[in-house]
């Protein structure tokens, strides 16, 4: 019994070694949504240049990894009615996972990861200013939708470990999407830059 309890005296700081917490941070390169003008209403989508959140690594062998993160992004967008004008803002919560393969070892490591993604939509709000009964548009459509993240970049491990990486991800589900005049929906490609830090 002793030397079961010794075994796992010696696996529970060996395991911890293999686990890293941190933060990443970025910016997008499309838009959240997509808009168009039409005859009776426009749309504009209004891109937030951040994204951010926790991240955690689970280090494997082979050069493997997997890590899950919890990436926050604000989404905005405005539209047009006559005289009446629409204002909207949500939450968007991803929660990426993936597993990562560093092409070698060493400071500099070149890596790829690709996994699942999926994305939760809160605090939809809508304002809009001098109502009309003609303009009472209910673009959201879906709180929740999957997806799949596709990503590459350089780890680099001086003291702590930073990386930084080009991601892409296509979405399975429309969150947003204008079934009145069909001038909005949701972009189901996002493509951006993230920068991460972990311990």
């Given at each position: 019994?002793?030397?079961?309890?010794?075994?796992?005296?010696?696996?529970?700081?060996?395991?911890?070694?293999?686990?890293?917490?941190g933060?990443?941070?970025g910016?997008?390169?499309?838009?959240?949504?997509?808009?168009?003008?039409g005859?009776?209403?426009?749309?504009k989508?209004?891109?937030?240049p951040?994204t951010f959140?926790?991240?955690?690594?689970?280090?494997l062998?082979?050069?493997?990894?997997?890590?899950v993160?919890?990436?926050?992004?604000?989404?905005?967008?405005?539209?047009a009615?006559r005289?009446?004008e629409?204002?909207?803002?949500?939450?968007?919560?991803?929660?990426?996972?993936?597993?990562k393969y560093?092409?070698?070892d060493?400071?500099?490591?070149?890596?790829v990861?690709a996994?699942?993604?999926?994305?939760?939509?809160?605090?939809?709000t809508?304002?809009?200013?001098?109502?009309?009964?003609?303009f009472?548009?209910?673009?959201?459509?879906?709180?929740?939708?999957?997806?799949?993240?596709?990503?590459?970049?350089?780890?680099?491990k001086?003291?702590?470990?930073i990386?930084?990486?080009?991601?892409?991800?296509?979405?399975?589900?429309?969150?947003?999407?204008?079934?009145?005049?069909g001038?909005?929906?949701?972009?189901?490609?996002?493509?951006e830059?993230l920068v991460?830090i972990?311990f």
């Amino acid at each position: 019994m002793k030397y079961l309890f010794g075994a796992i005296l010696l696996a529970v700081p060996l395991a911890a070694q293999n686990i890293s917490l941190g933060f990443k941070g970025g910016v997008p390169f499309t838009q959240a949504f997509k808009t168009s003008d039409g005859l009776e209403i426009a749309y504009k989508s209004l891109l937030k240049p951040y994204t951010f959140g926790p991240s955690l690594e689970v280090r494997l062998p082979l050069r493997l990894s997997v890590s899950v993160d919890v990436l926050y992004k604000r989404l905005a967008y405005d539209g047009a009615f006559r005289f009446s004008e629409l204002n909207a803002r949500a939450n968007q919560f991803e929660f990426p996972v993936m597993i990562k393969y560093r092409l070698k070892d060493g400071l500099w490591s070149p890596y790829v990861a690709a996994g699942p993604s999926f994305s939760k939509i809160t605090g939809v709000t809508r304002t809009i200013t001098n109502p009309s009964q003609f303009f009472q548009p209910d673009e959201f459509q879906n709180s929740s939708s999957g997806g799949f993240a596709f990503g590459g970049g350089l780890e680099f491990k001086p003291v702590v470990r930073i990386t930084t990486e080009f991601r892409w991800t296509r979405r399975g589900t429309k969150n947003f999407f204008s079934a009145a005049s069909g001038l909005l929906e949701s972009n189901l490609n996002q493509a951006e830059f993230l920068v991460g830090i972990h311990f």
